[in-house]
């Protein structure tokens, strides 16, 4: 057999094995020479990896796990939620492949859904809930989602602190960090695979990068974790810091937690890879201070016009109608009370050349006392779909941004954990705006429950939820972006062609 033979066929073993079919057939005589449109099919298999939660006694976690139902997947497949494997030291076993007395295996999932479109939750509590690493396979992994939600009662760090748990990845940014005395920020690293992976993190202050070796090659440890304090990495304070987390070899899971001795605390997610126009969605209305942080990787300063799209259409700050960003320095903008009341988001536009920027905003809800900060990352689009998990009667509210072109989107409320039917709502929204809208609640809502947001027609449109505490005295909330869920996968069409066998 021909080498170009056996290349065909390992191509197209290799394309069953990404998305479970592949198509091969004849070209008739009229169709031979037309290309068709790349198909887009569900993924098979996605990894997520969840930090672990708190370091406080009094921190309680529940993990809420959800796939959308997604037209095409496979009726089978599986998904697990576990904590990150270790060995003995004496025996060199995984713990996960040590059995009990029973013959069971030991170590349970923390989370284990049961189907498609139905979520699930598990719970911990304490300090010592580890990194937890999940993968789901067949028709449980397109748009799979994972949200950590952790309560800390008392101390630095106290409030609602969420995050959705990441895929792996290689390259990761945190504008909005820092090492200032009121703050304990730490950056976690986890690793899904059975290798080692080797991390460098740098950081960035408002002189640029600051002096370190202690961040250079770093050993996360198969299907393990690291939580490094940033204050060791550099003994400079900055108010405002950018993190960047390099993966050398392997790969990673990457998150910031960020706690504050005044204004409790919350993960800061990864920002969206640096690009000239960014959109931060869903500042909360009621926000009484809001904390504008970006950052340049090139070698050329960044000029930025900053707006706000407000239901009514975008605005400009008083005061903060540009910003310019130094190149390698970071930077951070006090914007006060920029939404006033109403919903917000920050559009940022360059006023000239295109330089590529990461950003973030520090939100802070609440007076005196009872003060709460969160994160928003600068973030892409929902795109054909997105899925946020964990939401709740009457603690959440959905954010939608149309930063250009109007858009109509689908929102579909799921079943409960506990019990109820889906609900679907529809929402128009304008160019240039931003609208908090009543978000569709399951029938008969028992426990929590999923939103997934699909774009209909229109422009791009970028989403926000928050969540806020149960406790109304309190200012407590989280806030997550909605970014495409990356459920399909573009696949090209192949057709079979005899005339290799030929060459």
């Not at 690793?191 to 080797?198: I, L, T």
């Not at 529809?426 to 426990?447: H, N």
Request: with cysteine; proline share 7%.
């Amino acid at each position: 057999m021909k080498r170009t033979t056996l290349s065909l066929f390992a191509g197209a073993t290799a394309l069953a094995a990404v998305t479970g079919f592949a198509a091969v057939s004849t070209p008739d005589a009229t169709g031979a020479d037309t290309a068709r449109p790349a198909a887009r099919l569900p993924v098979e298999r996605t990894s997520l990896l969840c930090p672990a939660p708190s370091t406080s006694d009094l921190a309680e976690t529940s993990y809420t796990s959800f796939t959308p139902v997604t037209k095409g997947a496979d009726e089978k497949g599986e998904a697990a939620l576990t904590a990150g494997a270790t060995k003995d030291e004496k025996t060199g076993e995984k713990s996960e492949e040590k059995q009990d007395e029973k013959g069971e295996k030991a170590e349970k999932p923390v989370v284990q859904p049961k189907a498609p479109g139905t979520p699930v939750t598990g719970e911990t509590s304490g300090a010592g809930t580890p990194a937890l690493v999940g993968t789901a396979e067949g028709g449980y992994a397109p748009g799979w989602t994972v949200q950590q939600t952790t309560e800390v009662a008392a101390g630095t760090g106290r409030g609602l602190q969420g995050v959705n748990c990441t895929a792996p990845d290689t390259d990761f940014w945190f504008p909005g960090a820092s090492t200032a005395t009121s703050r304990t920020d730490y950056v976690h690293l986890t690793n899904p695979d059975d290798s080692a992976a080797v991390v460098d993190i740098e950081l960035y202050g408002k002189d640029g990068a600051l002096k370190s070796t202690v961040g250079e090659g770093i050993t996360v440890p198969p299907r393990g974790s690291e939580s490094l304090l940033l204050s060791t990495l550099s003994d400079e304070e900055q108010t405002d810091l950018t993190v960047h987390v390099g993966v050398r070899s392997g790969r990673v899971g990457a998150a910031v937690q960020a706690l504050d001795d005044k204004t409790g605390g919350d993960w800061l997610s990864a920002a969206a890879d640096p690009a000239s126009d960014l959109v931060l969605p869903g500042i909360p209305k009621d926000a009484t201070a809001v904390r504008l942080v970006l950052f340049t990787p090139g070698g050329t300063d960044a000029d930025l016009k900053v707006r706000l799209a407000s239901p009514s259409g975008l605005i400009t700050p008083a005061g903060h109608e540009t910003v310019r960003v130094k190149a390698g320095m970071t930077t951070g903008v006090d914007l006060g009370e920029v939404t006033r009341g109403e919903a917000g988001s920050l559009v940022l536009t360059p006023t000239s050349g295109s330089v590529p920027v990461v950003a973030a905003v520090r939100v802070v809800r609440g007076k005196g006392g009872e003060q709460e900060s969160a994160f928003i990352p600068a973030s892409d689009p929902v795109g054909a779909r997105a899925t946020v998990a964990d939401n709740r009667a009457k603690s959440t509210t959905l954010s939608l941004t149309a930063p250009g072109k109007g858009a109509k989107v689908k929102v579909t409320a799921s079943a409960g954990t506990e019990g109820g039917t889906t609900a679907t709502k529809t929402y128009t929204v304008k160019g240039g705006t931003t609208q908090d809208v009543e978000a569709p609640v399951p029938a008969g809502l028992k426990g929590t429950y999923a939103l997934t947001v699909e774009t209909v027609s229109g422009g791009p449109l970028h989403a926000s939820r928050t969540l806020t505490g149960q406790d109304d005295d309190v200012a407590s909330f989280t806030v997550q972006t909605l970014p495409d869920d990356r459920g399909t996968v573009s696949v090209p069409n192949a057709d079979q062609d005899l005339s290799v066998l030929q060459r």
